[in-house]
């Protein structure tokens, strides 16, 4: 495999990414990333699309949120060019007709919830997908979208899309480990390196620490102890500093934080970004500039 | 609960890894903001109430012994945004080839001479095109003394000026070969043979095919190295093909393994290793080695110097898919030989290792560099000994090389030409 090195974004891009520089608070952004990447997910499903391109999409999106402001640009197109560009660089190339009319329907089914009356999630009307006419102008419109997106992700990032995926490095750990054999742990770790990539660890941390903060929450959960005296720490073994694990499984545990409804719907509202700029507006108060710094 | 530390923001700790010298304990430190969170956490959502409480901190934290394969932090690029072309001042044209105009420029801020490629763009119905991602992936992932060194790709004002900066080198292979009053000498080519091989060897090794290796794709600057580039048609061999396999509108004419001729539609490293045999023959020929006008002249002209394919030299032709509407020519014994009747008998099997029939039985480039021609001698000659020719790419004189067809055409573009110039002109006024 390459032994180029995977990019990972820099410690005052860390401490300042241009989302909260334009006021967004830290926990929207990190719920807007999450979301991004879950619409990429869906996108990637009705898509029938190789998961590793799905993957990458993720990462790329992540990455391109510490150089670009959410206001900039909506999470919904740069999520679909991360999958149409992802889907290239792993050599399972998309269709643009079809990403568009993916999009088209992940849109529409947004709008769908956002104005369906009832105030709760479970009793609303039927969503019924209206597909698009080829002579308006949402075709064009989105597939300019699209490629713009493609384009601002590429340049942004300097054309440096090098991605690595953490899977075979888990195989790799786990065996070391001597935990191959337990199927509860390698489905959990996978698991958890999956919902990983809605996190943006991907975009800060080099993937070794990623799994062994993967298998540490695993042997935790399922009560197996490994070595973890001062003297021997399996971790260590890996490469992997303990604060950063650990920094690693907070990522990862905020995304199972429950969103009350109306968090969910102004996340929904905030797919583009004319929402996110309305939800800026509405919202620019002393209290938010110093939220998240 | 303040004795737990609870996620923290990577920044707080990742001071860690960008400044090299500092020994602070890796005291968890967390914003009271970031604990608050975690309090809040839903306790019936499964995975939190596993949170671990964080082992007791050493009395004396050491960095982790970084092993060689997981680099420190420090060592990863960062996120950076592409520049703009205007940090260049455009000096000449280079050529212009299929995919693009290759430019002479200076960087503005350090003076340095870099070569400008410009990728072609317009009327791209797909979007950023594939072939453009592989090629510059290809060039960043190849980091190799023998392969052109990427330094940055840079955009223009509009979306379709894209540029790959790579680092200047003086010569072609192929114009040098045509402007040399002599050829190489044996001892030269030993060296620039060995550096190609390394090269390729290098490439093979990342699971990456160039796909086009001719001499016009091979650099080589004053100092007698060798840097292969143009990684236009490469691609990463592991991956998935598509339906219909991978293209059959690879490496240029000339120097196309009969596989790819016989309409393979899988092939491997092996393609590169004829390319290399055909670029062997003709650093000791000075003109290329097939110089074919067509698909079925270029397979007769391989079938008479090498002999027609039999099943014992190449068990799987007549499964290719070519292979029934030719007719092969009568036995016939192999004319290497006379061809090259000046090049020892190990200069001759390494030849006829890498212009191999059987794609399974050609030499890899890593055999090949340990073939023992390399050894006897005349040895390779260091490159410092090389001497140094003008170079045609900076302008230093005109030339004039034979034409070779390109891969798959050569499409002359000048509108790109002169859109360069009229924003470099604008620029510099
Ligand atoms: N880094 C470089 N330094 C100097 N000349 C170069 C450089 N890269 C390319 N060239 C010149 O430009 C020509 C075309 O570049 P290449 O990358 O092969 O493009 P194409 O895909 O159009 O063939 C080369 O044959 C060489 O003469
Ligand atoms: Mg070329």
Redesign the interface.
Known sequence: ???????????S???KTPSREDGIPF?LEEDLRAYGCKFIHEAGVLLKQKQVAVATAQILFQ?FW??TSMKQFGIGDIGMGAL??AS??????IR?RELINVYDLLLQRVSHRLTSTSSSLQHRPEFKYIPMSYFGSTFYDLKDA???A??QI?????????VVLPYGTLVNYLRVLGLTSREDVCTRAWGYLNDALQTPVY????V?TIVSAAI??TT??LGISLP???EN?WW?L???????V??V??????L???RDVKTQKSLWGMLTKKGVRQWLEENTSSDSNTQ?S | MSATPGPSTPSKKRSRWDADEDNQPPEPQLSSKRRAKSKSAKSETPPVQTLPHAPPGRPEPTHPRHSIFVPPRTLHPTLTPSRSVYCYERLNAIEEGSYGVVFRARDKQTGEIVALKKLKLDEEKHGFPITALREINALMSCKHENVVNIREVVVGDTLTQVFIVMDFIEHDLKTLLTVMPSPFLQSEIKTLLLQLLSAVAYCHERWILHRDLKTSNLLMNNRGTIKVADFGLARRYGDPVGVGGLTQLVVTLWYRAPEILLGATTYSTAVDMWSVGCIFAELILKEPLFQAKGEIELLSMIFKLLGPPTSTSWPDYQSLPLAKTITLPPQQPPQLRQKFPYLTAAGLDLLSRLLTYDPEKRISAREALQHPYFSESPLPKHPDLFGSFPSAAAGEKRRKPFDSPSAPARAADYKLLTEFDAYADAHNA
């Open positions: 495999m390459s032994t180029a090195l995977y990019p990972l974004a820099s410690l891009q860390i401490e926990e990455r510490y150089v149409y560009l290239k660089l792993e050599e399972c190339p643009m699209l490629v713009v493609e384009m590429l340049k942004r990032l300097g054309f440096n899309v090098h975009a800060l941390y080099p070794p540490f929450l935790r959960h973890s005296s001062p720490r260590e890996f490469d992997a500093e303990w604060e950063d650990w920094s499984c907070g990522y990862i545990m905020r199972y934080r429950e998240g």
